[in-house]
């Protein structure tokens, strides 16, 4: 899963130190390695059997997240390509009184102090931010976004993809998000091309791709020269069915609307419009490298022998690809699982449903009866249906003549058929477009709130990344209710249903994963992270996530203790003992202040937008 998270800075570091209201050991903290000085990362998936890990380490911001179909899950015109659009998106879908600052680091990412960067710095200077990519095209790029799984870089395009243009290749130039660790023990996710310099042009191939280890996965085949050029994909993960191994994502199937619009065209890129790549994909047309698509849910069969590396499509859009004049369809699975009384395994995700402009709605994708022969079929047969599509219920867009939310995504399914993922609220909520965390099983859909945890106050927002098979669900949400400005978030975990170990949680169901960290031998070790966010958790209820780290531990084993040095976000993997016992963190008194280190204004606390954009093992 993509993290959007990366240095503390000043701001950040007041945010992070403000008190929260929650209760917690549980779990022993062990720091990843993976980070130079300066960096940030977070360990952003686990294998099911909790045997590996993998990290995800960034320079600085990603601007827009590298494994997403529609930016910020809002974005159907693919509009957000400038200063202010950032801007305006923060003002219409975050409310902050600082979205001019957020917009600055999006935008021109952060210099090695950590300090924002803005129209008056050299690019050279800056890290990170969605302005680097687009100049790459003069410039060149250096990865912002790096991976690996226990210790090993994965980079499956670095030394070159199956359609390179001219030029020297710069492995480098990657930015790789691995979503998952797959039953076999590989890498799963997306990375971009690398970029191929060519006298003072640099160009890269696509924009994203999948991957499964070291297999890029392409586009279905048979839908023109610009889809198999340039086309993307995408890899959430990847499911083990018999002796098939099914990896799922996106795949795209249409060209993006209305490409002559010069809303398309990114800021600084010198560009009209889009339209020159509508139809022939050249990387000599500087349009190419910013050319999108509508992506449809989609899978990899291990076994298919005729274009084995082409994806095959298992649904469609409700309501076409393009529509409304400049909103382009996007679906994807983003999760899948075998429910305990199957052999075919059923997804869940998102579909884009028109209702007087395109949502994206959270969906469940359900096997068919034949479901084995339809899959064998499905290799040469493109238009077979293995699974139905059918919208999650409980959450409409639409609720009384009023849309009541601007998307709903479904992250994550285990084999109790129980569905995890957000709503993101359309009108302010105590002072927040609030990311609601829903709960369904069947027919029934349970939207978190008071009278689930205390965790879920009016208004909160919240990811819901992964639920493992007993019934134990993390994230991060909201510790405060701060209006106006990004809350403080922290790690939790919520145990639904009859949840197999709900006992060693003193029968409470929410808690912040800090509460769950203190005490015992490990106690002072421990005392050393704050968990920043869940990512990922194993069967056996250990997790990948990001702390803040303050070596030597901070003043006192308090939520809101203080850091006598500086502090950093890293990767930890958060190991489960049941037997432990829950001494919950008190509070400390004082007035917001922090020393140490600085870096990236509201990296920290925030939002990590991406953190709704789940997929599963």
């Not at 601007?63 to 809002?74: D, I, K, T």
């Not at 959270?362 to 899959?375: E, H, M, Q, R, S």
């Not at 007993?470 to 403080?488: F, H, I």
Request: aromatic fraction near 8%; glycine fraction near 10%; charge should be negative.
């Amino acid at each position: 899963m993509q993290f959007n998270k990366f240095k503390l800075s000043a701001i950040a570091l007041a945010v992070a130190g403000l008190p929260t209201l929650a209760s917690a050991a549980i779990y022993n903290v062990t720091q990843e390695t993976g980070a130079s000085s300066g960096q940030s990362s977070a360990a952003t998936a686990i294998a099911a059997d909790s045997s590996k890990i993998a990290v995800e380490v960034l320079r600085g911001p990603v601007g827009l997240n590298y494994s997403e179909e529609m930016p910020y899950m809002v974005d159907e015109e693919h509009f957000i390509n400038s200063y202010d659009d950032l801007d305006n998106y923060c003002d219409n879908y975050l409310g902050y009184n600082t979205c001019d600052a957020w917009a600055d680091e999006q935008w021109y990412g952060i210099k090695a102090t950590g300090e924002v960067c803005d129209s008056q710095d050299s690019e050279q200077v800056c890290d990170g931010g969605l302005k680097k990519e687009i100049d790459a095209w003069n410039n060149g790029y250096t990865s912002n976004s790096t991976a690996s799984v226990d210790g090993l870089r994965a980079n499956p395009f670095g030394a070159g993809v199956s359609t390179p243009p001219a030029g020297s290749v710069n492995a480098n130039s990657t930015n790789v998000v691995i979503n998952q660790i797959s039953d076999a023990g590989n890498a799963v996710g997306a990375s971009s091309s690398p970029y191929y310099q060519n006298g003072a042009v640099n160009a890269r191939a696509f924009k994203t791709r999948g991957f499964n280890d070291a297999t890029e996965l392409l586009p279905p085949s048979g839908l023109g020269t610009v889809i198999s050029t340039i086309g993307q994909t995408n890899a959430n993960g990847a499911i083990t069915v018999g002796s098939d191994v099914i990896t799922f994502g996106s795949a795209s199937i249409a060209n993006m609307a209305d490409t002559g619009n010069g809303n398309k065209a990114p800021e600084g890129s010198g560009l009209g419009n889009l339209n020159s790549c509508s139809s022939t994909a050249s990387y000599s047309d500087r349009a190419c490298q910013y050319f999108q698509f509508a992506n449809q849910a989609s899978i990899w069969v291990s076994s298919y022998t005729t274009n084995a590396a082409n994806a095959r499509v298992i649904a469609d859009f409700p309501d076409g690809a393009t529509g409304n004049t400049d909103d382009t369809a996007q679906a994807s699975v983003k999760a899948a699982s075998i429910l305990t009384s199957d052999t075919a395994p059923t997804m869940v995700g998102f579909n884009t449903y028109n209702d007087s402009g395109f949502y994206a709605r959270a969906v469940k994708y359900t096997p068919i009866a034949d479901f084995a022969n339809c899959l064998i079929s499905l290799e040469s047969t493109p238009s077979q249906r293995c699974w139905t599509m059918s919208l999650i219920p409980g959450i409409e867009i639409r609720q009384g003549g009023d849309i009541i939310y601007s998307y709903t995504v479904a992250n994550d399914i285990n084999e109790n058929g129980i569905v995890a993922g957000i709503a993101k609220n359309f009108r302010r909520s105590s002072g927040a477009y609030a990311e609601t965390v829903f709960i369904n099983e069947g027919a029934s859909t349970t939207l978190l709130g008071p009278s689930q945890s205390s965790l879920f106050f009016s208004g909160y927002n919240a990811t819901a990344s992964s639920i493992n098979n007993d019934n134990e669900l993390v994230g991060k949400v909201d510790t405060e209710s701060a209006r106006d400005r990004a809350r403080r978030q922290r790690g939790y975990i919520y145990l639904h249903g009859s949840a197999t170990n709900l006992a060693t949680f003193q029968n409470t169901r929410g808690w912040l994963l800090d509460d769950l960290t203190n005490g015992g031998a490990a106690s002072d070790t421990n005392n050393q992270y704050r968990i920043a966010e869940a990512f990922d958790i194993a069967d056996n209820g250990d997790i990948a996530a990001s702390a803040f780290y303050c070596a030597g531990g901070y003043r006192s084993t308090a939520h809101n203790a203080l850091c006598d040095g500086t502090e950093e976000l890293v990767a930890v993997k958060l190991t489960r003992n049941n037997s432990g016992t829950i001494s919950q963190r008190t509070y400390d008194d004082q007035t917001v202040s922090r020393s140490g280190g600085s870096v990236g204004f509201l990296g920290l606390g925030l939002l990590a937008l991406a953190g709704a954009m789940r997929r599963k093992k």
